[in-house]
């Protein structure tokens, strides 16, 4: 099978320090990848090598089968839409679109009809002739990825494209992006640091920590069933049990992840039960977050939705004493990170 891209033990190095270390992913043709990790984690190094902006320090990286290192950036099937769009803000966006076809040779009219049709594909069509002074966050962003659309690539790069809209655009950008996506059949690999971004879009997400890739699947499996502590407490927010917290708390051995909203209060049918004191509530609208001090000292975080009919969580307030109450079949088993 012929991947979209393909890593075989990469590494970069820069001194001393492993940016990437040891990487092996296969990404699928037509997939929505995501790259998720923090600040530093090796995501956006790996992106920069696939578009040939940084060079191997070893293993290999194919695209379509073509070994990357044989081929400069401009002969890969690959264009780049970075974060802060990069656009002219002299030249009507049509230009803007059009400016790279423009510095290949091609002629104005041909030019011009094909960053017509990338713009009318990103929703654009109606703001040919404006500036980007005169477009939202948003619709500049739809203006960066129109720009690289228009050399129709195989594989459409991302680097952190909506860290700078605020939340309510961010939120509307992914779906916008997904089904753009979709209707276009081509790979789209997306960095980002944001969880939620490549849980809801992605139909794989590769999570890094420290140049390495911690696990790879889809958004579901990541979220359900974390291979180590590291991804529990990266996507979403966890109960990481070490050892000594698994046996003490409910008579397990080894490590374990548990999700706060597996957890309910006072509920005297679970099978797990211990004893706590309510140390901080907070209102998150559709739930309320508690933090409990176990008899053991231990901190458990709590997520209890705000139902109707239920006993409500405003009930509840600093200095109580409850029952974290769960199942031991929602504990997953976590490995020693390497």
Same mark, same amino acid.
């Not at 998720?36 to 040939?52: D, E, F, M, N, Q």
């Not at 594909?121 to 129109?146: C, D, N």
């Not at 081509?186 to 890094?208: G, N």
């Not at 790879?216 to 070490?242: H, K, Q, W």
């Given at each position: ?104 040779? /091609?002629?104005?009219? $041909? ?62 950008? $992914?779906? &916008? ?23 809801? /879009? ?21 979220? /359900? ?29 080894? /490590? ?34 508690? &933090? ?47």
């Amino acid at each position: 099978m012929t991947y979209a891209v393909e890593f075989n033990n990469v590494s970069r190095l820069y001194g001393d320090v492993r940016a990437v270390d040891g990487v092996s992913i296969a990404i699928n043709d037509g997939e929505f990848f995501s790259m998720l990790g923090p600040s530093g984690s090796g995501k956006t190094t790996c992106l920069r090598l696939i578009a040939g902006f940084e060079q191997l320090s070893g293993g290999a990286i194919s695209i379509f089968g073509k070994q990357a290192s044989e081929l400069p950036p401009w002969e890969r099937d690959v264009n780049t839409v970075f974060q802060d769009y990069a656009l002219f803000p002299h030249m009507s966006i049509l230009d803007n679109v059009a400016y790279g076809l423009m510095v290949k040779g /091609m002629d104005k009219k $041909q030019r011009h009809a094909k960053a017509r049709e990338a713009l009318e594909k990103v929703a654009l069509g109606f703001a040919y002739e404006r500036k980007p002074s005169q477009l939202s966050g948003g619709q500049r962003q739809r203006v960066a990825i129109a720009r690289a659309l228009v050399n129709e690539p195989r594989v459409l790069l991302l680097d952190e494209p909506l860290g700078a809209l605020d939340l309510k655009l961010r939120e509307q950008m $992914q779906l &916008e992006l997904k089904k753009l996506q979709q209707a276009l059949g081509i790979t789209f690999i997306f960095v980002t640091h944001d969880q939620s971004e490549a849980l809801s /879009m992605s139909d794989r997400v590769a999570v890094f920590n420290n140049g390495r890739i911690e696990q790879v699947d889809s958004p579901r499996e990541l979220y /359900m069933r974390p291979r180590t502590p590291f991804v529990a407490s990266f996507v979403g927010t966890s109960n990481v049990f070490d050892t000594a917290m698994s046996e003490n708390v409910c008579g397990l051995q080894g /490590m374990f992840s548990l999700r706060p909203e597996h957890i309910r209060l006072n509920d005297p049918g679970a099978e797990v039960q211990a004893p706590g004191v309510i140390q901080a509530v907070q209102y998150q609208g559709a739930a309320t977050r508690f &933090e409990l001090k176990l008899a053991g000292g231990e901190k458990l975080l709590v997520s209890q939705a705000n139902l109707t009919g239920e006993m409500l969580p405003s009930t509840l307030s600093p200095g109580q004493q409850v029952m974290a109450s769960w199942s031991r079949d929602v504990m997953v088993p976590l490995v020693e990170e390497r």
